[in-house]
């Protein structure tokens, strides 16, 4: 699953827009992932610009 650091996410976007299966979503100020439907395929990871996101067990 992936993990969010709140304390660095600057809610730019960018993740939300490079998901392939669409699973993040900003909503309330606040980065939302459904696991269920991530493919652990890291485009997020790689991509977010503040390093807040993380592939974890
Ligand atoms: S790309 Fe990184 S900084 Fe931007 S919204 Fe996603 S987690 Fe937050
Ligand atoms: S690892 Fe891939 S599928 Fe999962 S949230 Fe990130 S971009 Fe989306």
């Known amino acids: 699953m ?3 650091d709140q304390e660095c ?3 730019c976007g960018t993740c939300v827009s490079v ?3 669409d699973c993040m979503e900003l909503k309330e100020a ?3 992932i459904d696991n269920s439907r991530c493919n652990s395929c890291q485009i ?3 991509m977010c610009p ?3 996101l ?3 067990d």
Do not use: G, H, Q
């Open 50 to 52: 503040f390093k807040a």
């Open 44 to 46: 997020c990871v790689r």
């Open 2 to 4: 992936i993990k969010i």
């Open 9 to 11: 996410c600057d809610l």
């Open 54 to 56: 993380e592939l974890v």
């Open 19 to 21: 998901c392939p299966v």
């Open 30 to 32: 606040m980065l939302v």
